[in-house]
Structures are given as structure tokens and as C-alpha cells.
């Protein structure tokens, strides 16, 4: 059984932020900043995968992005 890591170098270091951004149209033109992410990003390359942060929790996107 392989052990899984970043899909892009394979390294086991990961770690979180929350971001908020803009949609479109008058959010966007106003600056609201109603879409919600948690990013988990690797730690030694960079690779990053967006999660909505409504539908997922910050310890099952790690398990979810690293096995």
C-alpha cells in the first residue's frame, strides 16, 4: 500500500487559510466577499486545492488532500 502525499512532489506537509473572495456582478462591483474557502496548500511546492468551506470542515479536506 502506497502512502499518499502532494500530487504534485509527494511531501506530507500541509497546511490551511481561509480566504474570501468577490463574485460577480454588483458583489463584485460592491466589493462582498460572500464566497467562502478553506485552501489547502503544500507546504515544499505550493500545489493548492480550493474547498467551498460551507460543505467541508478544515480536518477532512487535509485527509481528503493527503489520504
Known sequence: MSEKGC???G???AATKEVAMTGTGLSK???IQHNQF???Y???CGYSEFYNKKSSGA???LD???G
Open 38 to 40: 478553506i485552501v489547502v
Open 29 to 31: 462591483m460592491f466589493d
Open 64 to 66: 481528503f488532500f493527503f
Open 59 to 61: 480536518s477532512n479536506v
Open 42 to 44: 503544500c507546504e515544499n
Open 11 to 13: 511531501s506530507h506537509h
Open 7 to 9: 500530487i504534485k512532489c
